[in-house]
T-cell receptor, first 111, second 116 residues
Framework: NAGVTQTPKFRVLKTGQSMTLLCAQD?????MYWYRQDPGMGLRLIHYSVGEGTTAKGEVPDGYNVSRLKKQNFLLGLESAAPSQTSVYFC??????????FGSGTRLTVV | AQSVTQPDIHITVSEGASLELRCNYS??????LFWYVQSPGQGLQLLLKYFSGDTLVQGIKGFEAEFKRSQSSFNLRKPSVHWSDAAEYFCAVGALGGTSYGKLTFGQGTILTVHP
Protein backbone atom coordinates (compact mmCIF):
# COMPACT_ATOMS: atom_id res chain seq x y z
CA ASN A 1 0.00 0.00 0.00
CA ALA A 2 1.74 3.13 -1.25
CA GLY A 3 -0.68 5.65 0.29
CA VAL A 4 0.60 9.15 -0.48
CA THR A 5 3.83 9.52 -2.45
CA GLN A 6 5.72 12.79 -2.76
CA THR A 7 8.49 13.51 -5.22
CA PRO A 8 11.16 14.68 -4.94
CA LYS A 9 12.23 14.10 -1.33
CA PHE A 10 14.94 16.75 -1.35
CA ARG A 11 15.68 19.72 -3.57
CA VAL A 12 17.94 22.74 -3.55
CA LEU A 13 16.88 25.70 -5.70
CA LYS A 14 18.46 29.00 -6.49
CA THR A 15 16.43 32.14 -5.93
CA GLY A 16 14.21 32.76 -8.92
CA GLN A 17 14.16 29.19 -10.18
CA SER A 18 10.92 27.30 -10.61
CA MET A 19 9.93 23.78 -9.70
CA THR A 20 6.96 21.47 -9.28
CA LEU A 21 6.33 19.12 -6.39
CA LEU A 22 4.25 16.07 -7.20
CA CYS A 23 1.85 14.33 -4.86
CA ALA A 24 0.17 11.07 -5.82
CA GLN A 25 -2.35 9.05 -3.82
CA ASP A 26 -3.77 5.62 -4.56
CA UNK A 27 -6.65 5.59 -2.06
CA UNK A 28 -9.26 7.24 -4.30
CA UNK A 29 -9.51 10.15 -1.85
CA UNK A 30 -11.53 13.20 -2.85
CA UNK A 31 -9.59 15.74 -0.80
CA MET A 32 -5.95 16.67 -1.16
CA TYR A 33 -3.84 19.28 0.61
CA TRP A 34 -0.46 20.94 0.56
CA TYR A 35 1.06 22.11 3.85
CA ARG A 36 4.36 23.63 4.75
CA GLN A 37 6.06 22.94 8.06
CA ASP A 38 8.43 25.42 9.66
CA PRO A 39 10.04 25.19 13.12
CA GLY A 40 7.75 26.45 15.87
CA MET A 41 4.89 27.15 13.45
CA GLY A 42 3.28 23.76 13.03
CA LEU A 43 1.75 23.01 9.66
CA ARG A 44 0.21 25.74 7.58
CA LEU A 45 -2.16 25.06 4.71
CA ILE A 46 -0.99 26.37 1.34
CA HIS A 47 -3.67 25.15 -1.07
CA TYR A 48 -6.20 22.38 -1.11
CA SER A 49 -8.56 20.55 -3.45
CA VAL A 50 -11.98 19.05 -2.79
CA GLY A 51 -12.10 17.17 -6.07
CA GLU A 52 -10.64 16.72 -9.51
CA GLY A 53 -10.37 20.01 -11.34
CA THR A 54 -10.95 22.16 -8.22
CA THR A 55 -8.45 24.03 -6.07
CA ALA A 56 -8.68 26.63 -3.34
CA LYS A 57 -6.35 28.85 -1.34
CA GLY A 58 -5.35 28.02 2.17
CA GLU A 59 -3.67 30.08 4.85
CA VAL A 60 -0.38 30.87 3.05
CA PRO A 61 -0.97 30.65 -0.74
CA ASP A 62 1.24 33.51 -1.98
CA GLY A 63 4.07 32.39 -4.26
CA TYR A 64 2.51 28.99 -4.95
CA ASN A 65 0.18 27.56 -7.55
CA VAL A 66 -1.52 24.17 -7.71
CA SER A 67 -3.31 21.95 -10.15
CA ARG A 68 -5.43 18.83 -9.84
CA LEU A 69 -6.02 17.58 -13.34
CA LYS A 70 -6.38 13.98 -12.19
CA LYS A 71 -8.04 12.80 -8.99
CA GLN A 72 -4.96 10.97 -7.81
CA ASN A 73 -2.44 13.78 -8.38
CA PHE A 74 -2.00 17.19 -6.78
CA LEU A 75 0.84 19.38 -8.02
CA LEU A 76 2.41 22.29 -6.17
CA GLY A 77 4.35 24.81 -8.21
CA LEU A 78 6.80 27.51 -7.27
CA GLU A 79 7.16 29.92 -10.20
CA SER A 80 10.00 32.02 -8.77
CA ALA A 81 11.48 30.53 -5.63
CA ALA A 82 12.44 32.77 -2.71
CA PRO A 83 14.50 31.96 0.41
CA SER A 84 11.31 32.38 2.49
CA GLN A 85 10.00 29.27 0.77
CA THR A 86 12.69 27.12 2.34
CA SER A 87 10.61 24.61 4.26
CA VAL A 88 9.41 21.05 4.48
CA TYR A 89 6.36 20.48 2.32
CA PHE A 90 3.78 17.83 3.10
CA CYS A 91 1.01 16.57 0.93
CA UNK A 92 -2.00 14.84 2.46
CA UNK A 93 -5.21 13.26 1.24
CA UNK A 94 -8.44 12.28 2.93
CA UNK A 95 -11.86 10.84 2.33
CA UNK A 96 -15.05 12.00 4.02
CA UNK A 97 -14.96 11.76 7.81
CA UNK A 98 -11.41 10.50 7.76
CA UNK A 99 -8.15 11.81 9.01
CA UNK A 100 -5.40 12.78 6.69
CA UNK A 101 -2.90 10.38 5.22
CA PHE A 102 0.39 12.22 4.85
CA GLY A 103 3.25 11.80 2.47
CA SER A 104 6.78 11.62 3.81
CA GLY A 105 7.58 15.21 2.86
CA THR A 106 9.81 17.22 0.53
CA ARG A 107 12.64 19.18 2.07
CA LEU A 108 13.21 22.28 -0.06
CA THR A 109 16.08 24.72 0.36
CA VAL A 110 16.18 27.96 -1.61
CA VAL A 111 19.57 29.65 -1.68
CA ALA B 1 -11.83 30.92 12.18
CA GLN B 2 -10.71 27.72 13.79
CA SER B 3 -7.53 27.56 15.84
CA VAL B 4 -5.60 25.14 18.00
CA THR B 5 -3.32 25.86 20.93
CA GLN B 6 -0.84 23.43 22.36
CA PRO B 7 0.43 25.23 25.46
CA ASP B 8 3.48 23.04 26.00
CA ILE B 9 6.25 23.38 23.43
CA HIS B 10 8.45 20.73 25.06
CA ILE B 11 7.70 18.05 27.66
CA THR B 12 10.15 15.67 29.27
CA VAL B 13 9.06 12.53 31.09
CA SER B 14 10.75 9.43 32.42
CA GLU B 15 10.12 6.09 30.77
CA GLY B 16 7.20 4.38 32.49
CA ALA B 17 5.67 7.62 33.72
CA SER B 18 2.24 8.79 32.66
CA LEU B 19 1.79 11.47 30.00
CA GLU B 20 -0.74 14.15 29.23
CA LEU B 21 -0.37 16.53 26.30
CA ARG B 22 -2.71 19.48 26.28
CA CYS B 23 -4.75 20.78 23.36
CA ASN B 24 -7.27 23.60 23.33
CA TYR B 25 -9.27 24.48 20.25
CA SER B 26 -11.47 27.28 19.06
CA UNK B 27 -14.23 26.51 16.63
CA UNK B 28 -17.78 27.81 16.33
CA UNK B 29 -19.47 24.65 15.15
CA UNK B 30 -19.10 20.97 15.85
CA UNK B 31 -15.44 20.14 15.42
CA UNK B 32 -13.71 17.00 14.61
CA LEU B 33 -10.41 16.51 16.38
CA PHE B 34 -7.23 14.61 15.74
CA TRP B 35 -3.88 13.83 17.25
CA TYR B 36 -0.91 13.09 15.00
CA VAL B 37 2.63 12.02 15.82
CA GLN B 38 5.75 12.86 13.83
CA SER B 39 9.11 11.18 14.25
CA PRO B 40 12.19 13.09 13.09
CA GLY B 41 12.42 13.27 9.31
CA GLN B 42 9.11 11.52 8.86
CA GLY B 43 5.59 12.43 7.88
CA LEU B 44 2.70 12.63 10.32
CA GLN B 45 0.91 9.52 11.51
CA LEU B 46 -2.65 9.55 12.80
CA LEU B 47 -2.91 8.49 16.46
CA LEU B 48 -6.64 8.94 17.00
CA LYS B 49 -9.65 10.98 15.98
CA TYR B 50 -12.93 12.19 17.44
CA PHE B 51 -16.06 12.86 15.39
CA SER B 52 -18.94 12.24 17.77
CA GLY B 53 -20.21 9.84 20.41
CA ASP B 54 -18.08 8.64 23.28
CA THR B 55 -15.88 11.50 24.40
CA LEU B 56 -13.03 9.18 25.36
CA VAL B 57 -11.38 7.82 22.25
CA GLN B 58 -8.77 5.14 21.98
CA GLY B 59 -5.97 5.27 19.47
CA ILE B 60 -2.92 3.37 18.39
CA LYS B 61 0.18 2.73 20.48
CA GLY B 62 -1.81 2.83 23.74
CA PHE B 63 -2.84 6.50 23.46
CA GLU B 64 -6.23 7.90 24.35
CA ALA B 65 -7.79 11.36 24.30
CA GLU B 66 -10.79 12.92 25.97
CA PHE B 67 -13.01 15.52 24.32
CA LYS B 68 -14.34 18.08 26.80
CA ARG B 69 -16.69 20.48 25.05
CA SER B 70 -17.10 22.73 28.10
CA GLN B 71 -13.34 23.28 28.24
CA SER B 72 -12.73 23.23 24.46
CA SER B 73 -10.02 20.68 25.08
CA PHE B 74 -8.86 17.43 23.58
CA ASN B 75 -5.96 16.25 25.72
CA LEU B 76 -3.86 13.24 24.79
CA ARG B 77 -2.90 10.71 27.47
CA LYS B 78 -0.86 7.58 27.89
CA PRO B 79 -0.57 5.69 31.20
CA SER B 80 3.02 4.51 30.72
CA VAL B 81 5.42 6.11 28.24
CA HIS B 82 7.95 4.09 26.27
CA TRP B 83 11.25 5.44 24.93
CA SER B 84 9.90 4.96 21.40
CA ASP B 85 7.17 7.54 22.10
CA ALA B 86 9.72 10.33 21.85
CA ALA B 87 8.50 12.45 18.93
CA GLU B 88 6.55 15.59 18.14
CA TYR B 89 2.81 15.53 18.65
CA PHE B 90 0.27 17.67 16.83
CA CYS B 91 -3.33 18.34 17.68
CA ALA B 92 -5.64 19.35 14.83
CA VAL B 93 -9.22 20.56 14.45
CA GLY B 94 -11.42 20.40 11.40
CA ALA B 95 -14.92 21.19 10.24
CA LEU B 96 -17.63 18.61 9.74
CA GLY B 97 -19.50 20.76 7.28
CA GLY B 98 -19.65 23.96 5.31
CA THR B 99 -17.04 25.40 3.02
CA SER B 100 -14.22 24.44 5.36
CA TYR B 101 -15.07 20.76 5.19
CA GLY B 102 -11.98 18.60 5.29
CA LYS B 103 -9.51 21.35 6.12
CA LEU B 104 -7.50 20.80 9.27
CA THR B 105 -5.86 23.47 11.39
CA PHE B 106 -2.86 22.24 13.35
CA GLY B 107 -1.38 23.33 16.62
CA GLN B 108 2.27 24.27 16.85
CA GLY B 109 3.25 20.88 18.21
CA THR B 110 4.63 19.49 21.46
CA ILE B 111 8.01 17.82 21.46
CA LEU B 112 8.16 14.84 23.81
CA THR B 113 11.49 13.74 25.25
CA VAL B 114 11.64 10.46 27.17
CA HIS B 115 14.39 9.85 29.72
CA PRO B 116 15.45 6.28 30.48
Amino acid sequence: NAGVTQTPKFRVLKTGQSMTLLCAQDMNHEYMYWYRQDPGMGLRLIHYSVGEGTTAKGEVPDGYNVSRLKKQNFLLGLESAAPSQTSVYFCASSGRRQGYTFGSGTRLTVV
Amino acid sequence: AQSVTQPDIHITVSEGASLELRCNYSYGATPYLFWYVQSPGQGLQLLLKYFSGDTLVQGIKGFEAEFKRSQSSFNLRKPSVHWSDAAEYFCAVGALGGTSYGKLTFGQGTILTVHP
